[in-house]
Every structure is written in structure tokens, then in C-alpha cells.
């Protein structure tokens, strides 16, 4: 099974920051890499595809890179609304695995 | 629209059985692959199963191989899990996702999320 790391697994910035959360897996997925946002009581929401391509609907200040086994997921101009926690999920190969988990708190 | 509404959810005892069931609207059901992920209480996403488009491939984790069962009929726009011989670690929110791609397993809609119990 491929196994899913990120870092940090917490963080505490202020409005208007830009946050970086890794993501790093056991073995090279190409750009088969996902991040979501998941807030408490509701469904997780996809943010980005393949490892850099924005989801539709989703706000530009989401931006994804990476390729191999190393990616970030960057928000930049952190809002309210972001705080939440990121997981990054590949889909290079079954079983599907998401990484632990990034939570972003606002200051 | 698209929409995933998930019911079946609920509190059942070690060793017992509990059928999900995830009603799509909105787009044509027979088109996509779909999947089942859980959360379990204080812990992070955990991918459970699979299914394509057809019916005929199945997949699933390790953790829940021979006693999940995911299935989908297509003519009723629905997703099932059946879950037996169910163990106090599978308790967790359960959601139904809508796969985007055939060649791609990301998510881009989900259900509402289901919460199954197992304790006595």
C-alpha cells in the first residue's frame, strides 16, 4: 500500500497569511495526488485534482504543485472560512490512501 | 443538481449486519464509478470501497475485505454498502463519493455523511 504523510499536522496562522501543508508519499504517484478540505459536520470538498488542477467552484487562493512523491497544497491570503483540516488522498493506485491529516487554525 | 443523500445509518451490536444506502440525483448514475469512505470518531478519512460504473469491479480495504459488500443498482440511481460480521472499530461516519474519473479516483461529490454505532 502506498502510505500518505503530511506536514504539518497542525498549524495556527492569521488572516491574510499564506499556508503551505506537505504531502509526501511512500512511492512516486506522478500527479495522481488530491487535496480536500473537511470541516467538522460536513462533507469534505474537493479543492484540488491531480496534483494542481482547481476544482471548479473552488476559490483561486487554492493552489496545488508536486509531482513524484513531494506536493504542497498553498492557500494563500488565509480567510475564516479556511480554517478546517486538508487531506491529501492518492489515486495513483487501490487501495486509496489519504494522508493523516493538516489542521489549519486561524489566529 | 447533483446530489447524494445517504440513509441506513444507525446503531447496531458487534457481530450484527447494517445495509448503507446512497440516493443520486442529478447526473446519470450508470456513468461513474462510486465509493464508500469513513471517518471514525477523533480520526482522519479512511477509504473503504469501490465500484465501477458497471458493477462488475469491486474493491475494497484490507480492513473491511470479506465482510463489506458494495454494490449499486443504476435503474434506482443508488449506492449500497452492506456491512456484516460489524466490529467496534467500524464505527464512524460514513459517505458516499462520487468518483470524477475512470482513470482517476478523486471524489468530487459527496453524501451527506451516516453515522453507524457498533457497540453493545
Known amino acids: 500500500d502506498i502510505q500518505m504523510t503530511q506536514s504539518p499536522s497542525s498549524l495556527s496562522a492569521s488572516i491574510g497569511d499564506r499556508v503551505t501543508i506537505t504531502c509526501r508519499a511512500s512511492q512516486s504517484i506522478s500527479t495522481f495526488l488530491n487535496w480536500y478540505q473537511h470541516k467538522a459536520g460536513r462533507a469534505p470538498k474537493l479543492l484540488i485534482y491531480?496534483?494542481?488542477s482547481l476544482q471548479s467552484g473552488v476559490s483561486s487562493r487554492f493552489s496545488g504543485s508536486g509531482s513524484g512523491t513531494d506536493f504542497t497544497l498553498t492557500i494563500s491570503y488565509l480567510q475564516p472560512e479556511d480554517s478546517a483540516t486538508y487531506y491529501c488522498?492518492?489515486?495513483?493506485?487501490?487501495?486509496?490512501?489519504f494522508g493523516p491529516g493538516s489542521k489549519v487554525d486561524i489566529k | 443538481e447533483v446530489q447524494l443523500v445517504q440513509s441506513g445509518g444507525g446503531l447496531v451490536q458487534p457481530g450484527g449486519s447494517l445495509r448503507l444506502s446512497c440516493e443520486t440525483s442529478g447526473f446519470t448514475l450508470s456513468t461513474y464509478a462510486m465509493n464508500w469512505v469513513r471517518q471514525a470518531p477523533g480520526k482522519g478519512l479512511e477509504w473503504v470501497a469501490a465500484?465501477?460504473?458497471?458493477?462488475?469491479?469491486?474493491y475494497y480495504a484490507d480492513s473491511v475485505k470479506g465482510r463489506f459488500t458494495i454494490s449499486r443498482d443504476n435503474s434506482r440511481n443508488t449506492l449500497f454498502l452492506q456491512m456484516s460480521s460489524l466490529r467496534a472499530g467500524d464505527t464512524a461516519v460514513y459517505y458516499c463519493?462520487?468518483?470524477?474519473?475512470?482513470?482517476?479516483?478523486?471524489?468530487?461529490?459527496w453524501g451527506q455523511g451516516i453515522l453507524v454505532t457498533v457497540s453493545s
Open positions: 463519493a462520487r468518483i470524477a474519473a475512470a482513470d482517476n479516483y478523486y471524489f468530487d461529490y
Open positions: 488522498q492518492q489515486s495513483y493506485t487501490t487501495p486509496i490512501t
Open positions: 465500484i465501477s460504473s458497471s458493477g462488475i469491479s469491486t
Open positions: 491531480t496534483a494542481s
